[in-house]
């Protein structure tokens, strides 16, 4: 059974510029969720998707955003990066929503975005 | 918002010493999971435990979730250097809603040959 897959693994963009994201599920899981994980900050939430809904999301700006298709892979986006955009971005997929209940995580690589 | 300290936020011990890793709130939570993470990747799912005074072991990892559900905590023994990684913990919260997973803060763990 494949894993969760994020493409790209690295990616050096500029302040300004735009940035797409990609996640693929591992098979028969809905629901996909997306984390930023910086050396100060920890593992922050993003957002969570489920059946192509955002469920939850978490306290960042306007900037940031994703979509479910209905596949259910995700993509997220960040419009105008800014230096502090800079982290690695993480993908988990779960077989049910990621909110409330026992809920187990399964991780992706994760994308390392620069912004320089 | 439910936070989850873990400590020591980092840990340095001699290959074949035992150590211990806390993960405390104040809030409950229905489940707790621990994650292990290596450098440039991401988080892998060691266990999940969802029954206050719960203990399950892997191997030399032993796991134990609180009676009241709100800490938890993760003993190691004779720590090899392959355990070296930074431990996650990650709880889902008591009431069923639209509640994100919430992770800890982090025990980066170095185990010296």
């Known amino acids: 059974k494949a894993g969760v897959t994020q493409t790209p693994r690295y990616l050096i963009k500029t302040r300004g510029q735009q940035v797409t994201l990609s996640c693929s599920p591992i098979?028969?899981?809905?629901?996909v969720s997306w984390y930023q994980q910086t050396p100060g900050q920890g593992l922050q939430f993003l957002f969570e998707?489920?059946?192509?809904?955002?469920?939850n999301k978490g306290n960042f700006p306007g900037r940031f955003s994703g979509r479910q298709f209905s596949n259910s892979r995700s993509e997220m986006n960040v419009s105008t990066l800014e230096l502090g955009d800079s982290a690695l971005y993480l993908c988990a997929s779960s077989t049910i929503f990621m909110t409330g209940g026992a809920t187990e995580a399964f991780f992706g690589q994760g994308t390392r975005l620069t912004v320089v | 918002t439910q936070l989850l300290e873990q400590s020591p936020q980092f840990l340095s011990i001699q290959e074949g010493e035992n150590l211990t890793v806390y993960c405390n709130s104040s809030?409950?939570?229905?489940?707790l999971q621990w994650y292990r993470q290596e450098p440039g990747e991401g988080p892998v799912l060691l266990v999940t435990v969802v029954t206050g005074g719960e203990v399950k072991k892997l191997k030399r990892l032993t796991f134990q979730f609180g009676d009241a559900r709100k800490d938890s905590s993760l003993h190691i023994t004779a720590a090899q250097p392959g355990d070296t990684g930074l431990y996650l913990c990650?709880?889902?919260?008591?009431?069923?809603?639209?509640?994100?997973?919430?992770f800890g803060t982090g025990t980066r763990l170095t185990i010296i040959p």
């Open positions: 809030s409950v939570f229905s489940s």
């Open positions: 990650a709880g889902s919260p008591a009431r069923f809603g639209n509640e994100k997973l919430t």
């Open positions: 998707y489920f059946s192509e809904t955002q469920r």
């Open positions: 098979s028969g899981h809905r629901s």
